[in-house]
């Protein structure tokens, strides 16, 4: 294989070995010896003041070393101050533990500490807490109704952000059309649930004054400008090191709490302290997602098409804000209408606080909008008594619009709405499963497919975020050496949880430098070692990681050449080239070797540096920044066949089949995996995956048996097709994936049920689409 | 509530063939010996509530959850992990085939997996793609999608069947 062309393979990870024979070392399995462990005390109500906590029998156990409240830990640490100045967002102020009031079941309110995890727990359970329950706002509608409890004194009417957009009059056009579409879709809490629950160890050098800090996280770099700041001491101060990482999905990109009172207590000690969050935990009190109820109008012609279209909606946040509470709701608003051509939008989001989990990003926080979207789409179909494929092609945008900039500013660029789709329709044989779905239904036998477009989001930009006014930046950083002996070292600010970056990246930099893959070795995840980048979200590893890696690699090899040049007495690298670790010189259109390598070039340009070119300077490597447009977007089309059986309402999947465009491919094998792995989740949290909360704030789902995941039962088989049409705004050609199987998966499967259940004329627009509901709708007419 | 000082009992624990005497708490759970008091953190703990598959071990051979069986029941018992796979430092067929068709991301799930289809290969050596999702759905993955791990399982169970032909 040529080192020109290692980018596009499937080569095989390299990182599996140490998971698939017991060696990966996870946080958990990370000795440190005298670590005391730790274990929270929860609050069992929703809304609640805390009177005092009595902690006199927990410390009397043998083995306890202290329990600590929110008064000892605000003396330690600052408080999070969630306050982007944004038109419309309420600034929210949260201490490390409560001070006066819980605000959620599995609200933390003590920690004890103590020498192993048992009796930790047990203590934990001899905390007297007296508390006075409040009145809980457990809704969007309980929040914002009037005479509402409020969770901040600061936050009027619970409602903490209210954002409001319009362009190219839709009201006016909706006022005044013939034909206006109506169409509802109400998404249910839901949340990552990696295998790995959350976990730190924390170790404090007295000496050093310094702090170790490990944890899986997907951002180290700017948890580590966090916790910093929080603990009050500097960013040279602080060092996170990240193991292997059991599935984050999201939920291990900001700061949580319990990591933050870890970490002050380990100073606070002088001793190491750990903590292992368990599963119950994770479920009730590590982050959520999701909770959106959305309303669309639009204003359509005859045919289908949209003239104006609106979007409302309401955002249940819970009860922390560890992100801006606009967030996730305004990527969804933004990026709505996707692959249509709609000259007319406007948009009104509500987001309220509530006596719940708080949310954060979950892969594809933007999930619903496809759905939303594509179910539009479909409504108007039914209204108008079109095919659905019919109304998509009517709307859909054209290689002729493109660059399309939607109403909202965001500009679609090299996007294929209409191949992904009529590719689909030929793979998914959706001629001949109309044929079988009459057919069936003949005999009381219902199917239906149900198509989805998606437009996903990704890289976010710094100009991304200086847009919509949120702090921070969007870039990316690495480095790449040559050591002495010719040893490829590189590092990236990204950290993978399961993403295969050690793999995809060494094929980057193997193939930027001229090397085989074999000899790179990547380093993340650790941030005295690794530069600072913004981390691993929003599907930006390839197209912001990978760039970098190229850049950074490219600007190695380029140096490596001039100082081969100069070693083979020519006068300049023009007609040099490395290929596997070997300079090739091009005489008469044939490469030829040289007798030079990569070994020797850096011998010299470390150990023999008065050889090299005037003006280099000793050493062989490269770091680089890169800052990728605002956005980029890759799309897809998704169909999901599913058969509903109306006596029960169980939905079984039969098959899903995606074609999906997300530019270059940087390793097929482990593209397919992630786009796997996100129609999964999409059709687990479809069908099964619900956090329930009762009226008055109680969570009914703290274990597995409750919060069912999709097993390899309930996932059917998939087939993915790529066709990858190279981004034109990225170095690497990459546009981003691995959150749109999600939003894919998401609209399919609704639109399929949808689709099963159309001779009954139901329509189901609340998730999950569980047995009890479908069969809500059902009743009486089956 | 009282807490007690609970007895610690000594055990002697057969693991992969090799003897581990240890003393315990009548409460502390399989998963934890084995992952603190052997030093063999292969086996993981996803849920501690018998659900996810994470922790499945072999006890006498048969696929059981660690984090539902207490250590002191395992006096005389013998216990297989995942160590014991990849001691020789080759790769089983198994292994093999879920590196070779992408059936790991994390890999957290793996080792749970790795033993439980192992053992159900073992009885079930003519698989069908059906038999292989059933007996899989003890096995929570939540980044894969199932999809390549049972192509692993279906691609292991051939070249089983062609190693014992070989071998016949
Ligand atoms: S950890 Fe034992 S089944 Fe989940
Ligand atoms: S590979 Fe991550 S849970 Fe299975």
């Known amino acids: 294989m040529s080192s020109a062309e290692i980018i596009g393979k499937p080569l095989l990870r390299r990182e599996d070995r140490r998971l698939l024979v017991g060696q990966g070392r996870y946080l958990d399995d990370l000795a440190v010896p005298g670590a005391l462990h730790v274990c929270f005390v929860r609050s069992p109500y929703a809304h609640a003041r805390i009177v005092s906590i009595d902690a006199s029998a927990a410390v009397e156990i043998e083995g306890v070393v202290g329990v600590f409240t929110g008064v000892e830990l605000a003396e330690w640490t600052t408080p999070l101050r969630m306050a982007p100045a944004i038109e419309g967002l309420l600034p929210v102020e949260s201490t490390a533990l409560p001070l006066d009031k819980v605000l959620f079941i599995g609200d933390p309110v ?557 390793n097929p094998m482990i593209v397919e995996g992630q786009q796997h792995g996100a129609i999964a989740m999409g059709l687990s949290g479809a069908l099964l995956e619900e956090v329930v909360y009762d009226e008055d704030g109680q969570n009914l789902t703290g274990s597995f048996a409750d919060y069912s995941i999709a097993t390899a039962v309930e996932i059917p088989p998939m087939r993915v097709i790529n066709l990858g049409k190279p981004s034109s705004s990225t170095p690497i050609g990459s546009k981003g994936m691995s959150e749109g199987g999600v939003m894919g998966a998401i609209g399919a499967v609704t639109n399929a049920v949808n689709d099963a259940l159309a001779p009954f004329g139901v329509v189901a627009e609340r998730l999950p689409l569980s047995p009890q509901y479908l069969r809500s709708l059902l009743r009486g007419k089956t | 509530m009282i807490v007690e000082a609970y007895e610690r009992l000594p055990i002697a624990l057969t693991v992969n063939g090799r003897s581990y005497d240890v003393t315990v708490e009548p409460r502390r759970l399989l998963s934890d010996v084995l992952r603190e008091d052997c030093g063999l953190t292969g086996t993981h703990v996803g849920c501690e509530h018998g659900v996810c598959g994470a922790c499945t071990v072999l006890i006498d051979g048969r696929p059981a959850r660690s984090c539902l069986t207490y250590a002191v029941q395992m006096q005389g018992a013998s216990i297989t992990t995942i160590e014991h796979h990849g001691a020789s430092g080759e790769l089983s067929a198994l292994q093999q085939a879920l590196h070779e068709r992408h059936g790991l991301q994390c890999g957290f799930c793996t080792p749970g997996i790795v033993m439980t289809m192992q053992a159900w290969l073992d009885e079930n050596p003519e698989p069908t793609e059906e038999g292989v999702r059933e007996a899989l759905s003890g096995n929570i993955c939540r980044c894969t999608g199932y999809q390549n791990i049972v192509d692993a399982v279906l691609v292991a169970a051939g070249r089983q069947a062609d190693m014992r032909k070989a071998g016949k």
């Not at chain 1, 098409?305 to 305004?330: E, H, K, Q, W």
């Not at chain 1, 690699?553 to 070997?582: P, Y």
């Open chain 1, 110 to 666: 003590a920690c004890v500490v103590a020498r192993d995890r048992y009796i930790a727990e047990d203590a934990a359970a001899l905390v007297e807490v007296d508390y006075e329950a409040l009145e809980a706002a457990a809704s969007f509608d309980a929040a914002v109704a009037d005479g509402a409890p409020l969770l901040y004194d600061d936050v009027p009417g619970n409602l903490v952000s209210h954002q409001a957009f319009s362009s190219g009059a839709p009201e006016n056009i909706l006022d005044t059309a013939e034909i206006v579409v109506e169409a509802a879709f109400h998404q249910h809490r839901v949340t990552h649930a990696p295998m790995e629950t959350r976990g730190c160890i924390a170790e404090w050098d007295e000496g050093q004054q310094r702090l170790t800090f490990r944890l899986g996280s997907q951002a180290p770099h700017p948890l580590r400008s966090q916790l910093a700041r929080r603990l009050m001491l500097e960013e040279s101060q602080v060092r996170i090191i990240c193991p292997d990482i059991g599935g984050a999905f999201g939920q291990k990109i900001a700061l949580l709490r319990e990591e933050l009172v870890v970490a002050a207590l380990s100073r606070h000690l002088r001793r190491p302290v750990r903590w292992l969050e368990d599963r119950m935990e994770n479920l009730l009190a590590a982050v959520h997602a999701r909770q959106e109820s959305c309303r669309t109008r639009a204003a359509v012609s005859p045919d289908g098409r949209i003239l104006a279209l609106t979007l409302s909606m309401d955002v249940d946040f819970g009860a922390y804000c560890f992100y801006p509470a606009n967030y996730m709701a305004r990527v969804v608003a933004m990026i709505l209408t996707g692959p249509y051509r709609i000259s007319s939008y406007g948009y009104d989001v509500k987001v309220a606080l509530t006596n719940k989990c708080g949310s954060g990003p979950m892969r594809a926080p933007m999930a619903i909008a496809s759905w939303v979207m594509e179910g539009t789409i479909e409504a108007i179909a039914r209204r108008l008594g079109l095919d659905p494929v019919a109304v998509r092609r009517v709307n859909l945008l054209r290689d002729a619009d493109l660059p399309y900039a939607m109403q909202t500013g965001e500009v679609a660029g090299d996007i294929t709405p209409a191949q992904c789709l009529d590719r689909l329709l030929a793979d998914a044989e959706y001629d001949a499963f109309r044929k079988r779905q009459a057919e069936d239904r003949e005999r009381g036998v219902y199917r239906g497919l149900g198509l989805c477009s998606v437009v996903e989001p990704s890289t976010y930009g710094s100009a991304f975020y200086k847009a919509a006014a949120i702090p921070g930046s969007g870039h990316e950083a690495g480095w790449v050496k040559v050591e002495p002996s010719g040893a490829v070292n590189a590092s990236v600010g990204l950290m993978g949880s399961g993403h295969g970056y050690e793999t995809v990246f060494a094929q980057v930099v193997a193939e930027g430098l001229g090397v085989d893959a074999e000899t790179v070795r990547i380093h993340m995840g650790d941030t005295d070692v690794a530069p600072y980048g913004m981390g691993t979200r929003g599907a930006r590893g390839a197209t912001a990681g990978g760039s970098v890696l190229l850049l950074a690699a490219q600007a190695v090899r380029r140096k490596a050449l001039t100082i081969a040049a100069s070693m083979l007495n020519l006068n300049t690298a023009d007609e040099l080239q490395l290929q596997a670790g070997r300079v090739q010189r091009r005489l008469a259109d044939q490469w030829s070797d040289t007798g030079v390598t990569l070994a020797s070039i850096a011998h010299v340009a470390y150990l023999d540096p008065l050889r090299l070119p005037e003006g280099l300077e000793p050493g062989l490597e490269a770091h680089r920044a890169y800052d990728p447009p605002p956005m980029t977007y890759s799309n897809a089309a998704h169909a999901c066949e599913v058969l509903v059986d109306v006596r029960t309402g169980k939905v079984t999947v039969e098959r899903h089949t995606v074609v999906e465009d997300c530019g270059r491919v940087l």
